[in-house]
Structure formats: C-alpha cells, structure tokens
C-alpha cells in the first residue's frame, strides 16, 4: 500500500509539473500572438531590431570571451614579475650594503 501511496504521489506531482510547463508555453505564445497583432496593426515590425541586438549581444559575449583570456595571461604574468621582486629583494637583503657599515 506504501508502494501505491509513493507512486501515485510522484504521478501526480509528475502531471502539475507538466501542466505548469505547458501553461508556460501556452502563455508565451498568446504573448507572441499579440506582439504579432500590434505589429500588424502598427505597420511596424521590430524584427530587424530584435536581430541586431542578438549580433551585438553574441559580438560582446565574444569580447567578453576574449577579455577573460587577455585577464588570465596578465594573471600569469604578474605572478612571474612578483616572483621576480621577490627574488631581487631577497638578494638585496642579503647582500651587505658597504655604504652602511
């Protein structure tokens, strides 16, 4: 009987979930229905402006992509210029100054 009790729970938290996603869908395209129609009935469509802004989103993820690659390699060469320092100021305070002593 537990068995049931656990399966016909899953089944139907099963059917709300996918009853959801399709009201979901169902709302999103009334929403494309009536963009569709103020379009129509404006005489303008927006679907060109739609179209540059995917290009220049998809150009500025590209930058982006490229920025985190330049950001990376600057990492890499301040660790070398750090380590470089620290091994110029370790000879500095090992060697004795002649001029102090």
Do not use: C, H
């Amino acid at each position: 009987m537990d068995w049931i009790k656990g399966k016909l729970g899953q089944i139907i938290a099963l059917a709300a979930l996918v009853s959801t996603i399709a009201g979901f869908g169902y709302a999103g395209a009334g929403y494309v229905t009536r963009l569709e129609a103020v379009e129509k009935k404006s005489g303008k469509s927006y679907t060109p402006q739609l179209k540059a802004l995917e290009v220049a989103d998809n150009a500025l993820t590209q930058e982006v992509i490229i920025l985190r690659g330049e950001i990376k390699t600057l990492r890499s060469e301040l660790d070398i210029l750090f380590n470089q320092v620290e091994k110029i100021e370790k000879k500095q305070d090992s060697s004795a100054n002649p001029l102090t002593q």
